[in-house]
């Protein structure tokens, strides 16, 4: 069965790049019509959806960060990755990637990765 | 945007009590609507996709309800490993998805 794993660097500094990648094993990221996803939660709070890719490369963002996201995708690796621009405090959450998964016209989640805090601080 | 809300925002059950949960939209969203539980410090988990179709391997003492704006997640016998968080989750707007607050469920 299809596996998510989140990795990257647990700390960044205030006004850099958060940078994460998602490995997916246990199937090819290529196959199926599956969109790929990126997830956050603050910590005690709910979940945001971030955005998006297909493996077209073709990508969809929430609108309150699409200013700061680029979401992108290595079909050779299978691998996706996200980006976040000048990050804040606010910033600081618990990164997950998941599969997006489609029947008809219905889509939602599953699986997801465990999960990766990234804390915003200097 | 489609705002989702839920209610209550915690409760305390026994178990083998029968537990609701709603969940509300800001507008019309079909069936579009995802359940998911999560326990602390690890990843949701789907239980019910739209609005009532069981996950595969999540057990029958779930079940999912509604359409419109008003949802239901229920379980019927409140078992130790359904003490958790649960999140409803549109996907009527997508690519844009929302998910509601959350409910805690907690031991009374």
């Known amino acids: 069965q299809v596996q998510l794993q989140e990795s990257g660097p647990g700390l960044v500094k205030p006004s850099q790049t958060l940078s994460l990648t998602c490995t997916v094993s246990?199937?090819?990221?290529?196959?199926?019509?599956?969109?790929w996803s990126w997830i956050r939660q603050p910590a005690g709070k709910g979940l945001e959806w971030i955005g998006r890719i297909y493996t077209s490369g073709s990508t969809n963002y929430n609108p309150s960060l699409k200013s700061r996201v680029t979401i992108s995708v290595d079909t050779s690796k299978n691998q996706f990755s996200l980006k976040l621009s000048s990050v804040t405090a606010a910033d600081t959450a618990v990164y997950y990637c998941?599969?997006?998964?489609?029947?008809?016209?219905?889509?939602?989640?599953?699986?997801w990765g465990q999960g990766t805090l990234v804390t915003v601080s200097s | 945007d489609i705002q989702m809300t839920q209610s209550p925002s915690s409760l305390s059950a026994s178990v083998g009590d029968r537990v609701t949960i709603t969940c509300r939209a800001s507008q019309s969203i079909s069936s579009y609507l995802n359940w998911y539980q999560q326990k602390p410090g690890k990843a949701p988990k789907l239980l019910i996709y739209?609005?009532?179709s069981l996950q595969s391997g999540v057990p029958s003492r779930f079940s999912g309800s509604g359409s419109g704006t008003d949802f239901t997640l229920t379980i019927s016998s409140l078992q130790p490993e359904d003490f958790a968080t649960y999140y409803c989750q549109q996907s009527y707007s997508t690519p844009s998805f929302t998910f509601g607050p959350g409910t805690k469920v907690d031991i009374k």
């Open positions: 246990g199937g090819s990221i290529s196959s199926g019509s599956y969109y």
């Open positions: 739209a609005a009532s």
């Open positions: 998941a599969r997006v998964e489609y029947q008809l016209l219905f889509s939602w989640f599953d699986p």
